[in-house]
């Protein structure tokens, strides 16, 4: 193997604008490569690569998708053994992990929310319409998905501020500051011991929560640390995720009057146009840990060792996709992986969609017409879920 570039997951540059790196990688003699910094990684950027990874699940194991190690001791103490299933777990456990969770995100029952989340968008939209400028990030995109979840899990949705700063603890400030981290991970978990003992007492129905408190493996109830893992993998992988995809999407139109010109134009490319935003700005970098010493397309990797499920890299590859760097709203060859692969494929992709779908349509018929403000102004967190955090626009 020979390694002709470095990486900084981390670094604002790489932040900003990961796919010139990835693009040099993939075209380079070593299409995979590996960096020493944040406790070292390999990091895969053609498709074919990503996805194989992806499907050998039993080299590629699950039990750390963080991008960094955990933090020192978060395995230790009452809770150092929840994770955020099924995310976070192979098989045979991964099975009835997905498996319990399923319903909550099946077409019919995300359906079940849209109305309520029509309504919650054009209330935001009220919030700040008359100004004629708004952060598309903060304002809107980032308040939309906490909403959701908290209806789903039957929590306060008036903690939504509060929700939000947890996630952003542990999924983007927190990776690059342990402390923070864990502080934020132990606030999560513990609300939900919370709200996991007030079920006890007073269940209630249409509740995920109760539901997974009633929820059998092998005739014995769930674990505790499944149900409080499951409760965790809804708060932080249900938000940052689609508030990054929903953020980077209006980003994108209001650099593109051409694309917002043709969605009010051609209202039936929506299906098309919300599947090639997934594909070309891709929220989520996944990880998996070697379970033993292979050699996988010519990189010695050990035990171990860390492996970047880099999805918006494979999402750009030539290999598979015709003029990857360019956002065609009618794509119709479109078998993109920003909801991941294999038996990890992201299990609420279709409430994702719904909420990505639903945002983007009701800011486009409310406010056609919009541009940044400063177009360098404009702020990005990255390393595991890439989004833009600030993100001003006049209308």
């Not at 992986?337 to 018929?365: D, P, Y």
Request: charged share 25%; proline share 8%.
């Amino acid at each position: 193997m020979k390694q002709d570039v470095d990486y900084d997951i981390f670094n604002h540059d790489f932040i900003w604008n990961p796919f010139p790196m990835f693009e040099a990688v993939r075209e380079s003699e070593s299409p995979i490569v590996h960096s020493d910094k944040w406790g070292g990684s390999w990091m895969p950027t053609r498709y074919e690569d990503i996805v194989a990874l992806a499907q050998e699940h039993d080299v590629f194991t699950s039990r750390e998708i963080s991008v960094v190690p955990p933090p020192p001791g978060q395995l230790e103490g009452p809770y150092g053994g929840v994770k955020a299933p099924p995310i976070t777990s192979d098989p045979p456990d991964h099975h009835w992990h997905r498996r319990a969770i399923l319903p909550v995100f099946s077409p019919q029952s995300a359906a079940t929310y849209e109305t309520a989340m029509r309504e919650f968008c054009n209330v935001l939209i009220d919030g700040f319409i008359d100004a004629g400028r708004a952060d598309a990030a903060a304002d809107y995109a980032q308040r939309i998905p906490v909403n959701v979840i908290a209806r789903i899990l039957g929590v306060p949705v008036e903690m939504s501020e509060t929700f939000t700063e947890w996630v952003r603890g542990v999924l983007e400030i927190g990776l690059t500051n342990p402390e923070v981290r864990r502080e934020n991970r132990m606030k999560i978990i513990e609300f939900f011991v919370g709200q996991i003992n007030e079920r006890k007492a007073n269940p209630r129905e249409n509740d995920l929560i109760t539901d997974l408190l009633r929820l059998e493996v092998d005739g014995q109830p769930a674990p505790l640390e499944y149900v409080i893992g499951a409760c965790n993998l809804m708060l932080v992988a249900g938000i940052d995720t689609t508030w990054s995809a929903i953020g980077s999407s209006l980003w994108h139109l209001a650099g593109h009057a051409d694309h917002r010109k043709q969605l009010r134009e051609k209202p039936d490319l929506w299906p098309t146009a919300v599947e090639e935003f997934l594909r070309a700005y891709a929220p989520v970098t996944m990880a998996r840990i070697v379970d033993r010493d292979i050699e996988f397309q010519g990189c010695p990797m050990k035990a171990g060792d860390r492996v970047l499920m880099t999805f918006p890299a494979a999402n750009r590859d030539p290999r598979q996709f015709d003029r990857p760097d360019e956002v065609v709203l009618d794509r119709q060859n479109n078998r993109h992986v920003a909801f991941g692969a294999g038996i990890h494929r992201c299990a609420g992709s279709n409430l994702a969609r719904l909420e990505l779908k639903v945002a983007l349509q009701t800011w486009m018929e409310r406010i056609p017409e919009f541009t940044l403000v400063d177009p360098t102004a404009v702020t990005w967190a990255g390393g595991q879920v890439r989004g833009p955090r600030q993100c001003l626009v006049s209308f």
